[in-house]
T-cell receptor, first 110, second 116 residues
Framework: KQEVTQIPAALSVPEGENLVLNCSFT??????LQWFRQDPGKGLTSLLL?????REQTSGRLNASLDKSSGRSTLYIAASQPGDSATYLC?????????FGQGTELSVKP | NAGVTQTPKFQVLKTGQSMTLQCAQD?????MSWYRQDPGMGLRLIHY???????DQGEVPNGYNVSRSTTEDFPLRLLSAAPSQTSVYFC???????????????FGEGSWLTVV
């Protein structure tokens, strides 16, 4: 059974810091991996999608990497801002099912 | 283009009542799914559909029923509500899933359900 784990569960950093969020999964037979952002009381917004054949994706200050062989993905956020404060979730697509980690709650202090 | 629309946003039910959470998308997406989000449990897949007339169970299907008569709509029915079904429910859609990769998934804003 596929399990997705995110570490840390919560993170508080001062504005301007570069930071890394971690995601691990137990079964490497995935179609893709996605990183999402969720603001309080809101739905999820897709940030980056990495196909199983890719190693990384970049969008602005965000960079996500994927290492299928080790079952790991990282989300790198450069020069963090208070507006980045949210919960970040990773999810893997396996056979039509999207399996989520429990998320990392990020707080960026001004 | 409204994206994924869920109704109602908030609902209080009594134990044993039935209700339907509505989900509609206007992006001509084949794949639609329902998740519930609970504290400490993350998002868990309830049911999903890869096209009109096709549905399948996710991780936590018991107590829920779905149908997919059109591409646009994917309603979730609670047959006899229980307090354990108190949760936030999210509907999601994408162009396809699994076989065709690289498809972003779009989520609705959520439906907050309380069963008393």
């Amino acid at each position: 059974k596929q399990e997705v784990t995110q570490i840390p569960a919560a993170l508080s950093v001062p504005e301007g810091e570069n930071l890394v969020l971690n995601c691990s999964f137990t079964d490497s037979a995935i179609y893709n991996l996605q990183w999402f952002r969720q603001d309080p009381g809101k739905g999820l917004t897709s940030l980056l999608l990495i196909q199983s054949s890719q190693r990384e994706q970049t969008s602005g200050r965000l960079n996500a990497s994927l290492d299928k062989s080790s079952g790991r993905s990282t989300l790198y956020i450069a020069a963090s801002q208070p507006g980045d404060s949210a919960t970040y979730l990773c999810a893997v697509m396996v056979g039509g099912k999207l399996i989520f980690g429990q998320g990392t709650e990020l707080s960026v202090k001004p | 283009n409204a994206g994924v629309t869920q109704t109602p946003k908030f609902q209080v039910l009594k134990t044993g009542q039935s209700m339907t959470l509505q989900c509609a998308q206007d992006m001509n997406h084949e794949y639609m799914s329902w998740y519930r989000q609970d504290p400490g449990m993350g998002l868990r897949l309830i049911h999903y559909s890869v096209g009109a007339g096709i549905t399948d169970q996710g991780e936590v299907p018991n107590g829920y029923n779905v149908s997919r008569s059109t591409t646009e709509d994917f309603p979730l029915r609670l047959l006899s509500a229980a307090p354990s079904q108190t949760s936030v429910y999210f509907c999601a859609s994408s162009y396809a899933a699994g076989q065709r990769t690289g498809n972003t998934i779009y989520f609705g804003e959520g439906s907050w359900l309380t069963v008393v």
